[in-house]
């Protein structure tokens, strides 16, 4: 599979309009050409039925999409366990935004059929000095994860972060809130005696009084929650 001919694919279904749109939400990409994600993952299913391994092997990166692409791919490719988790090792250092980042972790469904050997796998992503692997984490705990069993133990992960950086601050406060609507008794506690920095504290609280799976009553309490009030 020639890089150069997927590219053309890629620039022949481009839309400009949303190009400049989507360069806005993802700040600090200057190479995005523009193609919706829907796109994507259709282009993806159908270049796995071919041979996409050399394709994913080339490590195009001269376009945004083009990672997004090889994403999709490990996802969406026919191969056993082992095979998957060297590819997702290999691809999770060319993650350089929450984009990539957040769309590659939701294609990744073979991890509900295999949490415990992916848990595994995802122990040192959380304790990483990296931004996008930490992301990488804690949103893979959010897509897969929120299961009474798991719950403590990333609760855990997420107190030892202790990671100042802006884009794991927003993937722990949404994971904390995605965990609420799934373990509200276990996350509330969670939250009231938390070691989280105060940002992602109270970011969190907000994006669980944002969700419209929270009744008004839990907000109020919640909101009671905040620090620096």
């Excluded at 999770?92 to 415990?116: G, M, Q, Y």
């Excluded at 920095?197 to 009553?217: L, P």
Aim: charged share 30%; proline share 4%.
């Amino acid at each position: 599979m020639d890089v150069e001919v997927v590219r053309q694919m890629l620039i022949g279904i481009a839309d400009e309009d949303y190009r400049a749109f989507h360069s806005k939400l993802v700040p600090g990409t200057d190479n995005i050409l523009g193609v919706r994600v829907p796109e994507l993952r259709k282009l993806a299913k159908k270049l796995v039925k071919e041979d996409w391994r050399e394709y994913f092997d080339a490590a195009p990166n001269l376009y945004y999409e083009e990672d997004m692409l090889r994403g999709f791919m490990v996802g969406y490719g026919k191969m056993d366990l082992e095979e998957r988790l060297e590819r997702i090792r290999g691809f999770v250092p060319s993650i350089h935004n929450w984009a990539v980042c957040d769309c590659f972790c939701s294609t990744l469904k073979f991890a509900e059929k295999n949490r415990e050997i992916v848990w595994e796998f995802l122990k040192p992503y959380f304790m990483s000095e990296e931004t996008y692997y930490r992301r990488f984490a804690s949103v893979m705990a959010l897509d897969y994860y929120t299961l009474p069993e798991y719950a403590p133990a990333v609760f855990g992960y997420f107190d030892a972060m202790k990671n100042p950086d802006y884009y794991v601050q927003m993937a722990v406060a949404w994971a904390i809130s995605v965990f609420y609507v799934h373990l509200p008794e276990m996350t509330e506690s969670y939250i009231r005696e938390n070691q989280l920095d105060d940002f992602t504290h109270n970011k969190a609280i907000q994006k669980i009084c944002e969700s419209y799976r929270v009744d008004k009553g839990t907000k109020a309490r919640l909101r009671t929650l905040k620090r620096g009030k």
